[in-house]
């Protein structure tokens, strides 16, 4: 599927699957694509956006454009999962975006199918490995039916309200998930370690230490991909001026700016003009 992937990349195709294990370490990362995560064996912390999931098998995970996530380093286990990545074009090509609205236009969701829904879709995410590798004729159109197939019965899933809560995150890690909803709601004002570990009553090298071992970002690192993750879906519009999208995301000048954003993406900023 490598060849597939490489057509995904270029914005050839509208949608690829793989079978994964995840192994102790996961780079960080966000995308401009949905991706839907589905366990099949083991289980694995996740840091999608700022909540953090417990994921187990039989679990799904949807994590929206430009939403950044890893599997943590909390627990080293290992985990086998099925990973599906689809285009905004695909949802409205294939009819699927009504499902976007049955999930609230929620950029991030975990979720618990029933076991016989789980075979459901275990089965059809198979068969949409199968018709990829061997690519006989009309292979494309079978995928995109299966993965159809696969979204309809999330979506149902949902509407039925069967989203998982953090029920039994640790301590540490329901401090960092406080820290992390924080940071979301004010990314845009002025902040460093000090003034959130005050905030939140701790001490900066016991905040920076515990925010490392549950997030697998340091703070800093952490901050500056979250701005320029917000700073990509604002420079999607040309009417935004790069200067002012700068400011709107939290950065006091524009040359730190775009210093952090090639260093986060690997462009400057008015690469994304010109990305879908």
Request: net charge positive; hydrophobic share 35%; charged share 25%.
């Amino acid at each position: 599927m490598n060849f597939e992937r490489s057509l995904f990349n270029k914005g050839q195709v509208d949608f690829y699957i793989s079978s994964r294990r995840l192994s102790a370490s996961q780079p960080k990362h966000e995308h401009s694509f949905y991706e839907i995560l589905y366990i099949t064996e083991g289980e694995r912390d996740f840091l999608v956006g700022d909540r953090i999931f417990q994921a187990k098998k039989g679990d799904f995970i949807f994590i929206g454009p430009h939403v950044l996530h890893t599997a943590t380093i909390n627990n080293s286990s290992e985990c086998d999962c099925l990973l599906v990545y689809v285009t905004e074009g695909f949802l409205k090509r294939t009819g699927c975006t009504e499902c976007l609205e049955a999930w609230g236009q929620k950029d991030k969701f975990h979720l618990q199918l029933p076991l016989k829904e789980q075979e459901d879709v275990g089965f059809l995410l198979r068969h949409t490995l199968f018709e990829g590798h061997h690519q006989e004729w009309g292979y494309s159109v079978m995928m995109t039916s299966f993965l159809m197939r696969m979204i309809i019965i999330i979506g149902r899933s949902y509407d039925h309200n069967r989203e998982l809560k953090n029920c039994q995150l640790s301590p540490k890690q329901e401090k960092v998930a406080r820290i992390l909803g924080y940071l979301q709601q004010n990314y845009q004002n002025e902040l460093n370690l000090q003034m959130i570990a005050d905030k939140f009553y701790l001490s900066s090298p016991y905040l920076s230490k515990i925010f490392k071992e549950v997030t697998n970002y340091n703070f800093v690192e952490y901050l500056n991909c979250l701005r320029v993750s917000e700073a990509k879906k604002l420079l999607k519009n040309k009417k935004n001026k790069i200067i002012d999208v700068a400011s709107e995301v939290g950065f006091g000048s524009i040359t730190h700016f775009g210093k952090v954003f090639k260093e986060v993406t690997g462009h400057p900023p008015r690469y994304y003009r010109h990305t879908p």
